[in-house]
């Protein structure tokens, strides 16, 4: 890696790590107001969606899918995509967001089992042990954090192997087809659009009046614009770095990213935290 494209990667790196601070911060502050995960997962995918489709194509970027293999491995990561999305946004619900990203720090486990049994890729001693002290940090953070609870627990822990999924199955996409990073997203947030509309229609019948509150009553749509431009300019910027790492590393400097976000959110938010838990975030993450 030359000079100029590591510098462009470390200038991709900061801005993801910054969208993410914003993205974790305004998805907290809009789920305590409407506690509505599928609809606010609806809502990022459409921001992502329109956004994307109206800054490629005015770039004169916008690609479409021409093999049959680009449309299966958009349709799985779409679905990987959404279920991910939809796990985290029902952990941040249930848990502080510095609990569910330390939780979701566990991810470069799930990324070198996956990597090993889909890639064939080996790791080295060193890397093994690094993924041993990860676990052995969030352990030790959940034994320890005031606002432990199963379910954002769980729905954190669960939503790393989804994403692990979709980071190979991207990788792949990447390598094995035409399409780049900006596009492949968008036909991603198109997917998890189309695949949430039925359980959002569900969500709406089994709960009409928070609905109402959040359509009518308090919509609250600038709070919801920030949220989901965010999130589409974190996983966009995540794409673009996936292109220039490996899936492995591209997780691990995901960890790290979760540090800020831990401690952004703790300083924002005034959670609570022993030095013990500050300590496991740490371990976990870093």
């Not at 494209?5 to 801005?15: F, H, K, P």
């Amino acid at each position: 890696m030359g000079i100029y494209q590591s510098i462009y990667v470390a200038l991709l790196i900061v801005a993801w790590y910054v969208f993410s601070i914003f993205a974790g911060i305004y998805n907290k502050d809009y789920l305590n107001i409407h506690p509505l995960p599928l609809w606010f997962t609806c809502a990022q995918a459409l921001v992502g969606s329109v956004f994307g489709f109206v800054a490629l194509k005015s770039l004169g970027l916008y690609q479409v899918p021409s093999k049959s293999v680009e449309w299966k491995l958009l349709g799985v990561s779409s679905i990987v995509h959404c279920i991910g999305t939809i796990l985290t946004n029902i952990s941040t619900l249930q848990a502080q967001v510095s609990f569910t990203h330390t939780v979701k720090s566990a991810d470069p486990l799930f990324t070198v089992i996956l990597s090993f049994y889909y890639l064939g890729q080996k790791f080295s001693k060193t890397t093994i042990a690094s993924i041993v002290v990860i676990v052995l940090g969030i352990a030790l953070a959940c034994t320890t954090e005031f606002s432990f609870t199963w379910g954002g627990f769980l729905t954190a822990m669960a939503s790393n192997a989804v994403f692990s999924t979709r980071t190979i199955f991207s990788k792949k996409l990447l390598v094995e087809t035409k399409m780049d990073n900006q596009n492949v997203f968008l036909y991603i947030s198109f997917g998890t659009l189309l695949f949430l509309l039925p359980f959002l229609l569900l969500e709406i019948f089994l709960y009409p009046d928070e609905h109402y509150r959040a359509f009518i009553e308090d919509p609250q749509f600038w709070l919801l614009f920030k949220a989901g431009m965010s999130h589409y300019l974190y996983n966009v910027t995540s794409y673009l770095l996936l292109k220039h790492l490996t899936s492995v590393t591209h997780s691990v400097t995901q960890g790290f990213k979760r540090l800020f976000i831990i401690y952004c959110s703790i300083l924002y938010f005034r959670n609570p935290v022993s030095w013990l838990n500050a300590l496991a975030s740490a371990i976990a993450v870093g």
